[in-house]
């Protein structure tokens, strides 16, 4: 995990209103961290909701997409202080987002990284200690520890 994040790519408070301030508050803040524009990153992933919700149930949101002059797979995580309705397949608010962007020809290296994030994202007590976690450098490192 520690190639797909590194400790600034890790908020422990983002504030947001609706799944469309999570998407923007979270590509404005990716976008800072790659030295990209926010406006392509947030288009992107507005663009996949629309083919239907990346909120996977539980608390837990992965938005992805590629990313043109991104150059490798990166990952930004979030944990929201109040959870947020972003249309889940169980119907529950997002209060964890995992943010994964890829370069635009990243075919099995953008689904390797899906299926790492969702597979660590599904451990209930990995979530229950980042939703406690004091700080961002604690929850990178419990995002991190293999």
């Known amino acids: 995990m520690q190639e797909l994040l590194s400790p600034k790519a890790v908020l422990a408070s983002l504030s947001a209103s609706s799944k469309k301030d999570i998407l923007k508050s979270i590509a404005e803040a990716s976008a800072a961290l790659i030295a990209k524009d926010p406006l392509p990153i947030f288009d992107i992933l507005w663009e996949r909701e629309r083919l239907g919700s990346t909120g996977v149930g539980n608390g837990i949101?992965?938005?992805h997409g590629r990313v043109p002059g991104v150059e490798q797979v990166v990952g930004f995580f979030a944990r929201l202080p109040q959870p947020?309705?972003?249309?889940?397949?169980?119907?529950?608010?997002?209060?964890?987002v995992?943010?994964?962007?890829?370069?635009?020809?990243a075919g099995a290296d953008h689904l390797h990284a899906l299926a790492t994030i969702s597979r660590?994202?599904?451990?209930?007590?990995?979530?229950?200690?980042?939703?406690?976690?004091?700080?961002?450098?604690?929850?990178?490192?419990?995002?991190?520890?293999?």
């Open 98 to 105: 995992f943010l994964l962007l890829a370069p635009e020809e």
């Open 61 to 63: 949101a992965i938005p």
């Open 84 to 96: 947020v309705d972003f249309e889940s397949v169980d119907e529950k608010p997002v209060d964890l």
């Open 120 to 146: 660590r994202l599904r451990d209930a007590d990995l979530c229950a200690r980042l939703r406690a976690a004091k700080d961002s450098q604690e929850m990178y490192e419990i995002l991190t520890v293999e």
